[in-house]
C-alpha cells in the first residue's frame, strides 16, 4: 500500500496556497503526504486537454510535484463520469458540473462529459497512473426505494444503457492501461455490492471496471464495510481514508430527514473522528494484497478542513502495515523433513508397512 495521499478536489480555492498546483503541493508536502489526487475538472490545478495530448507537459506537471517531495496518484473524473448518465429529473441540479456551453442540453453534456473522462484516461496514461477514480452517474436513482412499485425489467435495462455508455469508456481505459475505479456511493446506480454485481455483469466482467473503496458511504446505509473488502477486494483499485458516523434518533434516520449535515443521522466527519474502524481495514486490505494508494478525503461538517488536513497524514502513516516477510511463528525455519512429518502425524515406520 501506498501512502498518504490527499485528494485536493476540497481544498482548491482562490486563495494562496490553494490557488495553484504548484503552491498546493508545497502546502501538502509540507504536512507529510507523499501522494496527490488531482481533480481533473479544476482548471487551478491541471489543463486536462494538455495533460492527453502532452507527455512533456505531464513530466513537467509530476516535476511539479516532485519539487515537493509528492507523486500524482490519480486523476479523478468523478464528476464528468457523473454526467454520463443523468436522469432528466437532475439535469439542472448537474449542469453546473459542465461547462456553460452545455447547459440544458443533455445530449451535448454527456458528450463532453465521455470525451473528458477519455481525456482523463490518455492524461493518466501519460502521468504514469494506473487508476482513475470515477462515478458511474445514475438512470434510475429515483426509484432506488421501491414505492412506487418499479415496472418489471427496469433494473435490468437500466443497467444494460449504464453498460452501453460506459463499455466504450472501459475499452479505451484498457488501451491506456488504466483502471476506471468507481467510487461506490448512493446517488450512483452502483452503490453497493448488489448494485456493483448487476454493473460487473452488464460489462461482461471487464478488466478495467474496478472500484474506489471508501468505507464512510457503507457507514451511512448500514452496510459491511469490511465484508465488502472480502467480497470485493480484488477490484478495489483506489482507497478514500474518509470517516462517518450514523446515529439514529426519534427525528432521522437513514434517508436524513431534508436536514442540513449537522442535523442528520449519517454524517461525513473527519478522518479519526467516526466510527469507521480503519485498523481493520488497513489489516484487511493488506491481507488481500492492495497494491494502490490510501488517500484522505476529506469531508466533515464540524471541524476546519486545514485541521483535518494535518491530521489526515499522520492518521493513514499510523494506519499503513508493512506487510510481514514470513510468519511470526516460524522462528526455527528450515526445508521439508518428510520422516519428521510422518513422526509427528504417527504414519509410517515398520509397524505402519506390515499393516
Not at 443523468?86 to 453534456?109: I, L, N, S, T, Y
Not at 481505459?173 to 483502471?179: E, I, K, N, P, Q
Not at 460487473?200 to 474506489?212: D, F, G
Not at 449537522?262 to 474502524?277: I, L
Request: glycine content about 10%; charged content about 25%; hydrophobic content about 35%.
Amino acid at each position: 500500500m501506498k501512502g498518504p495521499g490527499i485528494f485536493l478536489a476540497q481544498f482548491m480555492g482562490d486563495q494562496a496556497p490553494f490557488n495553484s498546483f504548484d503552491s498546493l503541493c508545497k502546502w501538502a508536502g509540507g504536512l507529510g503526504y507523499k501522494g496527490v489526487q488531482i481533480p481533473s475538472w479544476d482548471g487551478r490545478c491541471i489543463d486536462l486537454k494538455k495533460a492527453a495530448e502532452s507527455k512533456a507537459y505531464c513530466d513537467e506537471f509530476t516535476g511539479t510535484a516532485k519539487k515537493h517531495g509528492l507523486v500524482v496518484s490519480e486523476l479523478s473524473t468523478h464528476l464528468q463520469g457523473q454526467l454520463v448518465a443523468v436522469h432528466p429529473a437532475f439535469d439542472e441540479q448537474f449542469d453546473g458540473f459542465a461547462p456553460k456551453e452545455v447547459h440544458g442540453k443533455p445530449a451535448a453534456r454527456q458528450a463532453w462529459a465521455v470525451e473528458q473522462v477519455k481525456l482523463a484516461l490518455k492524461a493518466s496514461q501519460n502521468l504514469g497512473c494506473n487508476a482513475m477514480p470515477s462515478f458511474t452517474g445514475a438512470l434510475m436513482w429515483h426509484t432506488m426505494y421501491p414505492w412506487p412499485q418499479r415496472p418489471a425489467g427496469l433494473v435490468q435495462e437500466g443497467f444494460s444503457e449504464l453498460a452501453r455508455r460506459w463499455l466504450p469508456i472501459l475499452d479505451e481505459a484498457d488501451r491506456c492501461g488504466v483502471d476506471v475505479a468507481w467510487e461506490v456511493h448512493p446517488g450512483e446506480d452502483v452503490h453497493d455490492g448488489a448494485t456493483w454485481e448487476l454493473m460487473l455483469e452488464h460489462v461482461k466482467n471487464h478488466k478495467r471496471a474496478n472500484i474506489l473503496f471508501d468505507p464512510s458511504h457503507f457507514v451511512l446505509q448500514q452496510l459491511d464495510y469490511c465484508e465488502y473488502i472480502e467480497l470485493y477486494h480484488e477490484r478495489i483499485k483506489c482507497f478514500h481514508v474518509k470517516d462517518a458516523e450514523f446515529r439514529p434518533n426519534g427525528r432521522t434516520g437513514v434517508y436524513g430527514g431534508y436536514q442540513g449535515w449537522k442535523d442528520r443521522a449519517g454524517r461525513f466527519r473527519s478522518t479519526g473522528d467516526g466510527q469507521v474502524d480503519f485498523s481493520r481495514i488497513f489489516t484487511l486490505l493488506t491481507k488481500h494484497g492492495y497494491q494502490g494508494w490510501a488517500t484522505i478525503e476529506w469531508e466533515c461538517c464540524f471541524k476546519d478542513p486545514e485541521q483535518g488536513a494535518r491530521e489526515g497524514a499522520p492518521f493513514i502513516q499510523k494506519h499503513m502495515i508493512t506487510p510481514a516477510k514470513k510468519a511470526f511463528d516460524d522462528f526455527a525455519g528450515g526445508t521439508v523433513d518428510k520422516a519428521q512429518l510422518h513422526r509427528v502425524l504417527g504414519i509410517g515406520g515398520e509397524k505402519a508397512a506390515k499393516k
